[in-house]
């Protein structure tokens, strides 16, 4: 049974440019959850991607958008880099949309300069 | 006010101690999560409690209902208990955890 991979580990951006972050799902869950840490912060809730239809979203705004593929991997988008955007990004994957357990992976470290 | 509050922000301890970190919530909630995160990031589920107690080695993770409240016990610490420990409630609305700041645990030997 795999865990969840996250890619890349770390990354460099420039303000204005766009990012794409990957997760790719623990074996037989169908659910992605995308969570923002900024340092020294609890993680903040992104948007959750079930059955590869988007499937609830916090106070993100739209330049922060995703994709789940058949597979149930996931991507994460973000346009317009800001510098706040600044942050660990980590991916979560359950069985199901209210399921109860969680598996997390290791995080995407990304800095806008 | 946050929904989810987590004390000490802080703590150190000596190897041996009995720790304890509490975590209130103010939303209706399906699970409590009580979680690890290591300097390099990654995060490890701990425990995911509905009601009463649950106990993982020298990990003890309690949970009040009715009073909204929950607490992780780590009992003979140890230095590799070392990290950051998060709490996130799940709420009933749906299935989105929302996070507590963390306490950064230290114990020195």
């Known amino acids: 049974e795999t865990g969840v991979t996250q890619s890349p580990t770390h990354l460099i951006k420039t303000r204005g440019q766009q990012v794409t972050l990957r997760c790719s799902s623990q074996s037989g869950h169908n659910t992605v959850s995308w969570y923002q840490q900024a340092l020294g912060q609890g993680p903040q809730f992104i948007f959750q991607y079930y059955r590869e239809e988007e499937n609830g979203r916090g106070n993100f705004p739209p330049r922060f958008s995703g994709l789940q593929f058949p597979n149930y991997s996931s991507e994460l988008n973000v346009n317009a880099l800001e510098l706040d955007d600044s942050a660990l990004y980590l991916c979560?994957?359950?069985?199901?949309?209210?399921?109860?357990?969680?598996?997390f992976g290791s995080g995407t470290r990304l800095t806008v300069v | 006010k946050n929904e989810v509050e987590q004390s000490p922000q802080n703590l150190t301890a000596q190897e041996g101690e009995f720790i304890t970190i509490n975590c209130s919530y103010s939303?209706?909630?399906?699970?409590l999560h009580w979680l690890q995160q290591h300097p390099g990031g990654g995060i490890v589920s701990l425990f995911m409690l509905s009601s009463g107690k649950k106990k993982h080695g020298r990990l003890i993770a309690t949970i009040n209902i009715q009073e909204k409240h929950s607490s992780l016990h780590i009992t003979a610490s140890h230095p590799r208990d070392s990290a950051v420990y998060i709490c996130a409630a799940q709420e009933t609305s749906g299935s989105r955890l929302t996070f507590g700041e963390g306490t950064q645990l230290t114990v020195n030997p």
């Open positions: 939303v209706g909630i399906s699970a």
């Open positions: 979560a994957s359950s069985w199901a949309a209210k399921s109860y357990g969680y598996t």
